[in-house]
């Protein structure tokens, strides 16, 4: 749960661009502004597909618009459909998937027309379940091309401005900006990594979609050797499977006027990226938890990226110390007592030992999350108590599961300090219960 968790998890690669126009303003706009949702540092806003709201994960690492998740939407109509094959992050084989054109995205008064979208028919291939809402798609390079886009991450909005010279000179009084690359329709930048003390030059992708602070690719030539202190870990899921790989700590990361000290970095392991056309020189990617330490402005037109600092910027780097993430499992009817605001003597009469006694309470029911164990990291707290990867949960610290969001749940499994966590599951219809203590392997 986790990348995000994919939970910091998740990342894919697609396929070769056709020649889109991306999106474009209805005549007289030349600013809209979007809200989203912020869920373990990704982005998620509404667009309309054929004119069927659908919810997207905005994601400057990837090149295509990809669906997925459509089994409740089968009223979108797409056109010109073939079938193709689907090949990305992961180590497995590709998966088979539809190619789409002429269809119709548009966010308010913001539309791309003739836009060629790819549509993954494996149901399991599921975001939602992982965030806890309803995700059906995944947008990256069309939606930033043509203008000039703000993730505001204080204010949980994206702000897009029409690309000219008084926009971009109004952004360049506020934020700072830094150079970057576009190839292959995705941005880079080049920044600096202290694995150890050495500073080693690093071109890395940005990376919004990807939840963890920063990716490297182990090259012991180069350097990006992968530190002694470090653990293995499920890192997210992609079009081939599962990427797995180690995690672990470096003493720096800093990119232009920029530093961070002791960020966490994934090292994903060569057979989950073996299907990666990577461009020249690439090193590694810069995530969302380094992103979302700004306020930032995406100018892909210009090569720029304008960032300026925000209240997240202090923050420390966390990682999950259980071992253990969770799914959404689906939804439950729950019981609730709800006080009713009434006048007095004005609700339910009851005699209790010959006396009148007034009743302002109403039972209702509720639909509440059910929460699955989707992996359990081997010797994490977490495996040696003895959770398993199927385990329904019952309740966390003695309080119900479905009391908590995902997020609530990462936060509490991230926690800086070495706490104690409790876990009641349901395991092949018995009723079990696990303690551990969350534990900083690095």
């Given amino acids: 749960m986790r990348r995000i968790l994919f939970l910091g998890f998740f990342i894919v690669f697609t396929l070769v661009i056709f020649g889109q126009g991306g999106f474009q303003f209805d005549k007289g706009i030349n600013k809209v502004t979007i809200p989203f949702q912020h869920i ?9 597909v054929n004119g069927v709201e659908l919810h997207f994960l905005l994601d400057t690492g990837v090149e295509e618009t990809i669906l ?19 090949r990305g992050l992961g180590s497995e084989t590709s998966i088979e998937g539809l190619k789409s054109t002429s269809n119709t995205l548009d966010v308010k008064w913001l539309k791309s027309l003739n836009h060629l979208v790819y549509i993954v028919l494996d149901q399991s291939f599921n975001l939602s379940s992982h965030v806890g809402i309803p995700v059906n798609g995944i947008i990256g390079y ?9 993730v505001n991450y204080t204010k949980k909005r994206i702000i897009v401005y029409a690309e000219n010279e008084k926009n971009r000179d ?14 292959r329709s995705k941005p880079y930048l080049m920044g600096k990594v202290s694995v150890s003390t050495a500073e080693i030059p690093a071109k890395l992708l940005l990376d919004i979609g990807n939840s963890d602070a920063i990716w490297l690719f182990e090259n012991k030539e180069r350097g990006l050797a992968i530190p002694a202190k470090n653990f293995e870990d499920y890192l997210g899921k992609g079009f081939s499977g599962d990427v797995e790989g180690k995690r672990a700590q470096i003493s720096k990361f ?6 961070f000290k002791n960020p966490i970095v994934a ?35 210009n090569k720029q990226l304008f960032l300026k600092k925000n209240d997240n910027y202090g923050s420390p780097f966390k990682y999950n110390k259980s071992g253990v993430e969770l799914q959404h499992y689906g939804l439950q009817w729950v019981q609730e007592t709800v006080r009713l605001e009434t006048v007095p003597y004005k609700g339910t009469i009851t005699i209790e030992n010959g006396a009148i006694v007034q009743s302002n309470f109403r039972y209702k029911f509720v639909l509440k999350p059910i929460y699955l164990v989707a992996h359990v990291r081997k010797n994490s707290p977490a495996a040696i108590s003895g959770l398993q990867k199927g385990d329904v949960i019952v309740s966390i610290n003695n309080r119900p599961g479905y009391d908590y969001s995902l997020e609530k749940i990462n936060a509490l499994l991230k926690s800086e300090e070495e706490d104690w966590i409790s ?5 092949e219809s018995q009723i079990l219960k696990f303690k551990f203590q969350l534990q900083n392997v690095l």
């Fill in 68 to 86: 997925f998740s459509m089994e409740d939407k089968k009223e979108v109509n797409f056109y010109n459909v073939e079938k193709i094959q689907l």
């Fill in 254 to 259: 800093s990119f232009s006027k920029f530093d």
């Fill in 142 to 150: 069309n939606f930033f091309k043509n203008n000039l886009v703000e």
């Fill in 267 to 301: 090292f994903p392991d060569s057979s989950s990226i073996q299907n990666v056309k990577m461009v020249q020189d690439r090193a590694g990617s810069v995530g969302a938890e380094i992103l979302r330490r700004f306020n930032l402005v995406f100018d892909y037109s």
């Fill in 170 to 183: 109004r952004i360049g009084k506020k934020f700072e900006p830094v150079p970057i690359t576009i190839e």
């Fill in 423 to 427: 876990f009641e599951v349901e395991r």
């Fill in 40 to 48: 373990n540092n990704l982005i998620f806003i509404p667009i309309n």
